[in-house]
């Protein structure tokens, strides 16, 4: 294949925001090697799509993005990146939409594979975890502190697609930080695949600390990204009540289930009562703190009490926002020889009901901030106002001009939309 130099380059991800996170670095990295981004999927000389395998529908989700970007621009380079390249290289080289699939290894050397026109070849070891360049324009900014897992729950493939524990080490998290904050930026997100588990690989400590550690510094507002249950130990809990509003008071949590027995046999921990109880210590101090679930259901030990069990925990603890994922067997995971033997139309009524209960539960938590100051870090600009997200993770929506990523003070008196707005 002939170089390719100046392509314009389109991008899709697909998953999580440590997903986004790797998209928005390569795409910074491709920028300073020559090639711009495309934002018209349809004028692209290549597309990257950054894929996710924590589900069979984000499977599914991954080819028809891949046939899609390749039907609307047929002669651009289509090139396959991200979790499910590392779990389905060869099924995914046997699609006739896919022209390169470059696996984590491999990445370090695409820019110059791009200039050579050759497909970057060999396994490349994924080495420490380093500092990534943050592309302007964001509202907020994103840390990637943390990636890799070394759980291994029974239903997951996470651990093969994303390798072992890695941990930014502690000097560069707090340049890190320093960096963005001096590139004027109101809110730092720390991202990590197990964010709880930084600092385990390296002895550098606990969450936890290292929060105290940052708060030493003149930060703009911290955030946390999706952490596991029994990350919220004792410690952090307590440097979350320390820090007050300096982090974002919610935490979204990738529970999936409330029912001990369940956890047991995903391999995860079962102390359901301890979460509870820290939520709780949380809510004492701030009433109004946000909280968010993963939840799975339909799990092979899933039966029907242990279902309600789930829907006890998010009754009892009132998260305002929910995703709710129907089990799916993964080849490679501990629980894939168990089979599926719950019914899918089973499964489909079990998400259906969480995602009403959670529905219900988030109008009832966006009227209790009716009348209450908020402030939002801007995203979105809209005719007459503008809408960003509290520290809470609730959108809300304010009147007059504002500045992207600038910090905005808004009182809602009213819900549209399951938004709030003045």
């Not at 929060?211 to 952490?227: F, M, N, Q, T």
């Not at 020889?337 to 009901?353: S, W």
Request: net charge negative.
């Amino acid at each position: 294949m002939a170089p390719l130099a100046g392509l314009r380059i389109a991008y899709t991800t697909i998953g999580c925001k440590l997903n986004q996170a790797d998209t928005d670095g390569l795409r910074h990295a491709l920028e300073r090697w020559g090639h711009p981004t495309c934002d018209d999927p349809q004028a692209c000389d290549a597309h990257i799509i950054n894929t996710c395998t924590v589900t069979a529908r984000a499977d599914r989700d991954c080819r028809r993005a891949i046939r899609r970007a390749k039907r609307y621009a047929p002669s651009a380079l289509i090139v396959v990146v991200g979790c499910l390249a590392e779990t389905d290289e060869p099924a995914l080289r046997a699609m006739p939409e896919v022209d390169w699939v470059v696996r984590r290894g491999r990445l370090n050397g695409l820019a110059a594979a791009l200039e050579s026109g050759e497909e970057p070849r060999g396994d490349g070891e994924v080495g420490r975890l380093a500092p990534r360049p943050l592309p302007p324009g964001r509202a907020r900014a994103q840390l990637v502190i943390q990636d890799g897992c070394d759980r291994f729950c029974s239903y997951c493939k996470v651990p093969l697609a994303r390798g072992r524990q890695r941990s930014l080490p502690l000097a560069d998290v707090v340049a890190g930080c320093r960096a963005l904050a001096e590139e004027g930026y109101r809110e730092i997100v720390l991202v990590g695949c197990n964010l709880g588990a930084w600092g385990e690989d390296s002895g550098e400590g606990a969450l936890g600390r290292l929060l105290g550690r940052l708060l030493a510094e003149d930060l703009p507002r911290l955030r946390l990204s999706s952490i596991e249950p029994d990350s919220l130990t004792d410690e952090l809990t307590a440097a979350l009540l320390a820090a007050g509003d300096r982090v974002c008071p919610a935490l979204h949590i990738a529970q999936q289930s409330g029912s001990p027995a369940v956890l047991r046999a995903m391999g995860r921990s079962p102390d359901v009562e301890g979460l509870e109880r820290r939520l709780a210590t949380l809510r004492a101090a701030m009433p109004l703190y946000g909280v968010g679930y993963d939840l799975l259901v339909g799990f092979p030990d899933e039966g029907s009490e242990a279902f309600e069990e789930t829907v006890g925990l998010v009754e009892r603890t009132r998260p305002s926002n929910l995703h709710v994922f129907p089990y799916s067997p993964r080849e490679g995971a501990a629980a894939w020889e168990r089979g599926d033997p719950i019914p899918a139309a089973e499964k489909k009524r079990r998400v259906a009901r969480l995602i009403a209960l959670g529905d219900r539960l988030r109008a009832e938590i966006l009227e209790g901030h009716v009348g209450r100051r908020v402030e939002v870090v801007v995203d979105r600009l809209e005719a007459g106002g503008f809408s960003g997200l509290t520290g809470e993770y609730l959108r809300a929506r304010g009147e007059g001009e504002a500045r992207l990523g600038e910090l905005v003070s808004v009182t809602p008196h009213r819900v549209i939309d399951g938004e709030l707005a003045e």
